[in-house]
């Protein structure tokens, strides 16, 4: 760490592409926060801030990123990071070599299979899921807003009269827009992010949505597979690498 012409450089170290917020304090008792740095390759970061006129600068470094379920390995393992929040209509979930399988039979019209992170995160927050959406139905993947116990932002996926991708928050509704076959039946990534008050919806690392929304205190993650009553045949969507990041409350 070093001091010139009113300014504080330190370096960060860390995995190459993990995340960071650096918080700032005068008394290690109220912190702030400086930023979310990301380590690129090399696996240091100079980081830089202004002294103000400060006698004493604490700053500290927490990782940022929040490994959901990176790897299902058996059914167990997602109820420590998860909490099942709907199962009606004889849902059937398995974990095969590494991912987990939601089944849902049209059978019982109207079934559904919801989880919701039991970790909930603040500020900018970045949701990333890999589907597998085949069969017949919809799988939702999603930021809650624990404000209003509630969904914020939605991408969809459903195999209606129309297969269609579609995704939601405040006024935004694409339903229908990318009615397309090539985002069923193959892994696809959906990524949510939010920057202040824009929610960013991303399709295989391609921004193809941004709104503006009130934004809540607090979110948690979810996603849901469910079947529809008016389709004969199954919502078989299988689920892997979930990975979220952003900073806890």
Request: net charge neutral; glycine share 10%; charged share 10%.
């Amino acid at each position: 760490m070093g001091i010139s012409n009113g300014m504080i450089r330190f370096v960060l170290n860390g995995l190459v592409g993990s995340n960071y917020v650096i918080q700032i304090s005068s008394n290690l008792v109220t912190w702030s926060r400086l930023g979310m740095y990301t380590i690129p390759t090399g696996g240091s970061l100079l980081i830089t801030d202004y002294t103000n006129g400060f006698l004493k600068r604490f700053f500290r470094a927490e990782p940022t990123t929040v490994s959901i379920m990176e790897n299902f390995t058996n059914a167990p393992n997602y109820t420590n990071a998860w909490q099942v929040v709907g199962n009606t209509g004889g849902i059937v979930t398995t974990c095969t070599n590494g991912n987990l399988r939601v089944q849902a039979s049209t059978n019982n019209p109207g079934s559904a299979f919801t989880m919701l992170s039991k970790e909930s995160l603040t500020g900018d927050v970045d949701y990333s899921v890999q589907l597998n959406h085949q069969g017949f139905g919809r799988t939702f993947v999603g930021l809650w807003s624990v404000a209003s116990n509630n969904w914020l932002a939605l991408s969809v996926l459903d195999t209606d009269d129309t297969a269609y991708l579609a995704f939601s928050a405040g006024t935004l509704s694409t339903e229908y827009k990318y009615a397309s076959e090539p985002y069923l039946n193959r892994w696809v990534n959906l990524q949510i992010k939010t920057v202040g008050n824009t929610v960013q919806f991303f399709v295989n690392g391609v921004l193809f949505e941004a709104t503006t929304v009130a934004m809540p205190a607090a979110f948690r993650f979810g996603f849901s597979v469910g079947s529809v009553p008016w389709k004969s045949g199954d919502n078989d969507t299988s689920i892997r690498s979930l990975t979220v990041s952003g900073s806890k409350p």
